[in-house]
């Protein structure tokens, strides 16, 4: 199998439950708040957060504050200051 197969197949399995489907269910749920992170301890990607359009519908700003879709565990947004090399 390519990657790129096994990376479509992931999409489409993680694509099976519907984005109003994902909710949190807390059982696990931790504050891991303080250092910037793109992926949650539960292994998820894909966060809630609150975040404001501009008029050309890109996304003007974001909230630090974070939420894993899948376990609700709380993190802190990472912003562009953290994704520079050194
Ligand atoms: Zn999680």
Redo the contacts with the bound molecule.
């Keep these: 199998m390519s990657c790129v197969g096994t990376l479509e197949k992931e999409w489409v399995v993680l694509m099976a439950k519907h984005v109003t489907e994902m909710k ?1 269910d807390y059982t ?2 931790m504050d891991i708040r303080g250092k910037a992170t793109t992926v ?5 990607q894909i966060w809630n957060l609150k975040t404001i359009f501009g008029d050309d519908g890109e996304i003007d700003m974001y909230f630090l504050d974070m939420e ?6 709380l993190a802190t947004a990472p912003t562009p200051i953290d994704t520079e090399e050194e």
């Design positions: 949190p696990q749920a949650c301890p539960c292994g998820s894993c879709a899948e376990c609700g565990t």
